[in-house]
């Protein structure tokens, strides 16, 4: 797990410092590990992330091309959301959620507050 | 009285009155890792007791009245098999019934909590690989969580590892290496495995006081044994500092909070003259009752019914 977790990370800061979306080949050759990686570890792991939420994917031609699906602020508050979220504690939950609550979501939970308002 | 019936009863007022008796021992016994013995040479000696008694009630033949040949000299005519062998073999078969009906709960049960621990492993190494860090080898491995509440947990298994929130860093140097020392001591000693073990126990025979009860208390004692290791290393009053930051911080379910367990009683004995005293004598002395005590109730009982 510790191996995998260095592989994504390394991958996360090649899409974090490009400034376009990159095709596998382009994270292939923006990787600088200690060990020559095959082609389709990358796209395996580019796939793992996607799937995790962490990259967003569009195709171009035949491939697909990576970024990131946030800053690493972003994702980390997302995450820990997902921990939080079986935590002890509901209030806690609700809380963080309120916090790391995303531009659409504080939309939505100030329409509730404010159809609550006139029962208040 | 046959054997399996005196192991029944024994069993059964064991797992019944045992609680209470523990709890006594909780009040008197210093040590935590004595009374955790208690805990859990009852809850084996009850499980094999009872499984036994299923057996020799479900035994075939003769078996039925392998009775106590030295009770049967004490009270001869109560030896004799009295009462019609169906009746064992019903009470045999819904022994037998109720085993495999716990059984395949507490897997199931056990099943589930294993996919949660696993889900949150995962979502904490996520959260590591994130940070860009690197946790640390074995039991000394720390997460790091940006969050403003003060949380401290440790998530047990392979991979497991103390996990902190940023604003804990805030506090006195001391209180952070007892929460340090109080986590690392629940990584080192499998305390996850064993709250773990003992919630799916409470769930697969939860009309049983003895198992009901046993989460609760083991959660306790194994906080307690943690806050010995942890004033061990760092002294009394940084643990005290450390209970009263954490008091109250929330923490994932499989996961043994600095908050665990009553802070109240932990409070309490760390004001004790000597608290979390080892004593190996009551240790072994608490372990060997609890192992003995079903048989033994059982064998009395059948000599009170005799006389």
Not at chain 1, 15 to 27: E, G, H, S, Y
Not at chain 2, 5 to 16: K, M, P, Q, S, V
């Amino acid at each position: 797990m510790a191996e995998l977790g260095r592989l994504e990370a390394a991958v996360m800061e090649v899409l974090w410092r490009a400034d376009q979306p990159l095709l596998v080949r382009d994270v292939l050759d923006g990787l600088t590990t200690d060990r020559a990686l095959a082609y389709t570890t990358v796209l395996t792991v580019l796939d793992n992330l996607h799937r995790k939420g962490w990259a967003a994917r569009e195709k171009d031609g035949k491939a697909y091309r990576y970024r990131p699906a946030g800053t690493r602020e972003e994702i980390t508050a997302r995450t820990l959301r997902h921990v939080l979220e079986t935590s002890t504690d509901p209030d806690l939950v609700l809380l963080h959620f309120a916090r790391s609550a995303s531009k659409r979501e504080l939309h939505i939970l100030k329409q509730v507050l404010h159809e609550r308002e006139p029962e208040a | 009285m046959s054997v399996a019936l005196a192991l029944l009863a024994g069993a059964g007022i064991a797992a019944w009155c045992g609680p209470v008796a523990l709890r006594f021992c909780f009040r008197h016994v210093a040590d935590p890792v004595a009374v955790l013995l208690g805990w859990l040479g009852l809850l084996t000696a009850v499980m094999v007791t009872f499984a036994l008694a299923v057996a020799a009630l479900l035994a075939p033949g003769a078996a039925h009245d392998w009775a106590l040949h030295d009770l049967a000299r004490l009270c001869w005519h109560w030896a004799q098999p009295s009462r019609p062998p169906a009746l064992d073999e019903v009470l045999g078969a819904s022994g037998a019934l109720i085993i495999f009906a716990a059984l395949t709960k507490f897997v199931v049960s056990c099943t589930r909590r294993a996919r949660s621990a696993y889900r949150a492993r995962r979502a904490h190494a996520d959260l590591l690989t994130l940070s860009g860090a690197t946790a640390g080898p074995g039991d000394t491995a720390v997460l790091w969580i940006p969050h403003p509440t003060p949380l401290a947990y440790s998530i047990g298994g392979a991979g497991g590892m103390t996990v902190l929130a940023s604003c804990t860093r805030d506090l006195p140097a001391d209180q952070l290496a007892a929460v340090m020392s109080h986590e690392r001591a629940h990584l080192r000693e499998r305390h996850h495995l064993l709250v773990s073990a003992v919630e799916g126990l409470a769930s697969a025979v939860p009309w049983l006081p003895l198992t009901r009860e046993a989460p609760a208390a083991v959660r306790l004692l194994v906080e307690l044994r943690a806050d010995a290791a942890a004033v061990r290393e760092c002294g009394q009053a940084a643990v005290r500092g450390a209970l009263l930051s954490f008091a109250g911080a929330p923490h994932p379910p499989s996961a043994l909070s600095m908050a665990g367990g009553e802070v109240g009683i932990r409070l309490q004995r760390l004001q004790s003259r000597t608290p979390h005293g080892r004593n190996l004598a009551i240790r072994a002395a608490l372990a060997a009752a609890a192992l003995m005590a079903p048989v033994s109730i059982g064998m009395l009982a059948a000599v009170i019914t005799c006389l």
